[in-house]
């Protein structure tokens, strides 16, 4: 089974209490239980975490580039500004699709910008917790269009 970063940003740890008209009732770990479950049928792993710490966040970016793990991201308010963020992503070995439970374009002005999607393969967004479904979806189909030689690669950098 291939392991994928669902990496989350900045106070998603709070789903479940944070603005529930926007984000709704559920939990950071139901979304976490949705993902696994996806993940599963998909015949992945999905490693899950949230941080609140940019440089953390950058961290398990440069995990990704060098295990050369594919990452489904939710920058959270990372994504408007986060140029360190962008840096790392830039180097991606795997795929890396953006991710956020609402629809940023329909918000506020500032969210309008994403400085992340410019180095993701999509964004998928608005949908709640099936963007993150989605998203998976969408790691699982880029991952099957990769050829044997790449594949390959991958089990040699991984030993």
Known sequence: MRTV???NGPNLSMLGSREPDIYGTATLADLERACAETAAELDLT???RQTDNEAELVGWIHEA???RIPVVLNAAAFTHYSYALHDALAMRTAPVVEVHLSNPAAREE???TSVVAS???GTIAGFGFASYQLALRAVAGLLAKEGPQERQQQRADLT
């Open 65 to 67: 580039v060098t295990g």
């Open 5 to 7: 970063l669902v990496l």
């Open 119 to 121: 180095v993701a393969e």
């Open 46 to 48: 999905a490693d899950f």
């Open 110 to 112: 500032f969210r309008h």
